[in-house]
């Protein structure tokens, strides 16, 4: 049953993985080219392009929502290691384990229930120098909720488990 699972589980895990990183380093590439955009034309042409400052604020925090998710697929997360690597090796997993329900619990409340009341209540709300709704940067929540929802269910089966479905080396050398 469990090469079943892991044969299902393992390119899922993959291409959740794959899928935040590579959304995270595009919006970290286009704001960087943003950024040096609005360096070039306040300076050098002395007419600044008014719309960069809003555009980078609003996808750094699509960022900081992308990159949550993706540091739990990488398991690089902060509060995963600094618990979860002492004691005993039955210790480690239940620890492991009641981390990853707590942050599966957050993630629905918080980011999924939470994130979509704010979106929905800001949606009427337009931004002052784009003119976009606010429910579309405040839905990078509820968005990123899923998606730890979904990493964090396939964590907590491999904490149960006790097979790893992304290698190390390997997520190296594919992220």
């Not at 595009?26 to 306040?42: A, D, G, S």
């Not at 008014?50 to 993706?70: D, H, K, P, Q």
């Amino acid at each position: 049953m469990n090469a079943a699972q892991a044969s299902f589980l393992r390119p899922f895990k993959k291409g959740l993985t794959v899928t935040t990183g590579a959304i995270g380093g595009v919006l970290l590439v286009v704001m960087f080219l943003l950024t040096i955009w609005q360096v070039f034309t306040r300076y050098v042409l002395n007419d600044p392009a008014t719309f960069t400052e809003e555009l980078v604020r609003y996808m750094l925090i699509w960022l900081a929502f992308i990159g949550g998710a993706y540091a739990f697929a990488t398991r690089q997360h902060m509060a995963l290691s600094l618990f979860s690597h002492s004691g005993p090796k039955r210790r480690q997993q239940v620890v492991k384990t009641v981390i990853d329900v707590l942050v599966l619990v957050f993630a629905v409340l918080i980011l999924v229930v939470g994130g979509s009341r704010l979106a929905l209540s800001a949606a009427p709300n337009v931004s002052a120098l784009l003119g976009i709704s606010r429910g579309i940067v405040y839905g990078m929540a509820p968005i990123s909720g899923v998606l730890i929802v979904l990493i964090q269910l396939v964590n907590i089966w491999e904490d149960v488990t006790g097979v790893e479905l992304l290698d190390k080396e390997i997520e190296e050398e594919e992220l």
